[in-house]
């Protein structure tokens, strides 16, 4: 049957049936096998789609801001999907489900397909099914994909990666938090979001985000907007500004590079979530409590026990390696 | 120099050298192999500090209320160690470093060590330095040692984990978000301190904390506490709390059990960790690029490439473990 079903559902996808794509994420979600024949399957019918990641800090207003984006393409007739990152695994600043319901007066729009996805396991996983919820609506001919994340390490590294446009929303006063993040992430944003801007702080923000180093020559110079997403303010000038990415993408041929760091992401994830999953079977294992029970009573170092651990994988990989190709 | 430095680094912790301390968790920090040794020469030392995890989404008032602990624990005469720790990595929701602060008016006071860490690469490896540093202070001879960190997903379930007692602080009107929790850390949580007391919403939020369904019979009873850490108010019953918790881990025996879960995470961290570490090296690898190329083109399919890689890991796993054999 995997054979089967995950035929018809990519063929069902490409005819742009939505119900096929709304199981098919969630046989993504599920980490079902058959998720990767339709997978491969849809890979040569994308590369069309626009995707554009939105990610911020609890509470800036990117939910509002990502319905305002909605409101402006529609009125161009551009088709929309929309991938609601819900990190549920974080204890806090999680996404509050009651933003989300702004977005649903979208959910009446056939040209919009809006899906949220929740962490079932580790974040790495996350990043993967976001990845493949990407693919499919690309596949079903969106012109425009909105990935939105609540900011939460690696998963919010991850979407910026997998984006070909990024944005970081911000409120006013983050000043500070802007100091404290890795240098690595900032340069790959491309437009920078100082949202709620009648509060105070907006401007020196502004100009703090615009005085920050150039890039390398000729590279894209990140845009700073104001936007006030309740109103409404800015969110058409913010849209432009994406637009105008994706030409300076496109014309540039660096669009293939966005393509290209997608699938190293994706398969790389892979490789990590199934090592982790790997690491994971050892705590039911009797193994790892004797190696335990050795380091608790000072028999054996830190260093040792897992050195130990680690000449055990080959053998457990050549078990999970052969696994799959049964599997499949 | 490697043995000799570690030997003299852990001599002089357990002596209660502070600099001795902080050059070692920086060792940790950077990943050092050195570090390795000195933590397996002050394992058998330590046991006898109550660990404390505090977390809690940015702006709760988490800072605030340890400083707070910090003093009502020092009117006792108890040594403190306070592990700060900063997600950097996060683009945003990250900690504001003006709220740490607080905390340094403590900084002048002998018994009370506080050390930051910072996240370098994932937060795996900062859940390990964590680990690391809270093994340090307890050498060091600290009774009690406070592990602060924002919520940011795995990072904040490993600190959940690794405390003996874990305590989740949360605003007013945070009903949504709690109902997006993943079940499993809800469960770890020992107490749960709803802060800014005085807002709308404190009651409402700990009548429906104190309604959450009975845990195995026999088991602790999650703590529901309103504090207000600004003014004081609550502090001390918090602490209170604290310290009935500790009772009852101590009396039940499962000290032992929490500091055996602390180990376990310890070692798969690390083992997933180098796993994460080797699969990054194929980053820079001719035979990604190649099999990127052959997906890209359509020749493969994802889950082929990705069975290709797993083949060539065992190989690879094998250079990692020799090599860190003769490293040390």
């Given at each position: 049957m995997p054979h089967r079903e995950s035929d018809s559902l990519a063929a069902r996808v490409l005819q742009g049936d939505i119900r096929a794509a709304a199981r098919l994420i969630t046989l993504i979600e599920e980490d079902s096998p058959q998720a990767f024949d339709a997978l491969d399957l849809?890979?040569?019918?994308?590369?069309?789609?626009?995707?554009?990641?939105?990610?911020?800090?609890?509470?800036?207003?990117?939910s509002t801001l990502t319905s305002g984006l909605i409101d402006y393409f529609r009125r161009y007739n551009a088709t929309l999907g929309?991938?609601?990152?819900?990190?549920?695994?974080?204890?806090?600043?999680?996404?509050?489900?009651?933003?989300?319901?702004?977005?649903?007066?979208?959910?009446?729009?056939?040209?919009?397909?809006?899906?949220?996805?929740?962490?079932?396991?580790?974040?790495?996983?996350?990043?993967?099914?976001?990845?493949?919820?990407?693919?499919?609506?690309?596949?079903?001919?969106?012109?425009?994909?909105?990935?939105?994340t609540v900011g939460s390490g690696?998963?919010?590294t991850d979407i910026v990666k997998a984006a070909d446009t990024s944005l970081l929303?911000?409120?006013?006063?983050?000043?500070?938090?802007?100091?404290?993040?890795?240098?690595?992430?900032?340069?790959?944003?491309?437009?920078?979001?100082?949202?709620?801007?009648?509060?105070e702080g907006a401007?020196?923000?502004?100009?703090?985000?615009?005085?920050?180093?150039?890039?390398?020559?000729?590279?894209?110079?990140?845009s700073v907007l104001l936007t006030d997403a309740l109103s409404g303010r800015g969110v058409e000038r913010l849209a432009a500004s994406i637009q105008r990415h994706h030409e300076y993408l496109e014309t540039?041929?660096?669009?293939?590079?966005?393509?290209?760091?997608?699938?190293?992401?994706?398969?790389?994830t892979l490789v990590t979530d199934s090592l982790k999953d790997m690491v994971d079977r050892f705590d039911?294992?009797?193994?790892?409590?004797?190696?335990l029970n050795d380091?608790?009573?000072?028999?054996?170092?830190?260093?040792s026990a897992y050195l130990k651990i680690i000449e055990r994988l080959p053998g457990e990989l050549d078990k999970t390696s052969g696994g799959g190709k049964d599997g499949i």
């Open positions: 849809l890979h040569r019918h994308t590369g069309k789609a626009h995707v554009v990641g939105i990610t911020g800090a609890p509470g800036v207003g990117k929309i991938i609601a990152i819900d990190p549920t695994s974080a204890i806090s600043g999680g996404a509050v489900l009651g933003d989300r319901i702004r977005m649903q007066q979208h959910s009446a729009d056939p040209a919009v397909f809006i899906r949220s996805l929740a962490t079932r396991g580790g974040t790495g996983g996350l990043a993967r099914a976001a990845i493949g919820a990407i693919r499919i609506m690309d596949a079903l001919g969106k012109d425009i994909i909105l990935v939105e690696q998963l919010e929303v911000m409120a006013p006063g983050a000043g500070d938090e802007i100091q404290t993040m890795k240098a690595g992430i900032l340069e790959t944003v491309h437009i920078f979001v100082v949202n709620k801007a009648d509060k401007d020196q923000l502004k100009i703090y985000l615009e005085a920050m180093p150039e890039r390398r020559p000729g590279a894209w110079r990140p540039g041929g660096q669009i293939e590079e966005r393509r290209r760091e997608r699938a190293k992401l994706e398969l790389l039911e294992d009797d193994y790892l409590n004797k190696l380091f608790l009573a000072g028999k054996t170092g830190l260093h």
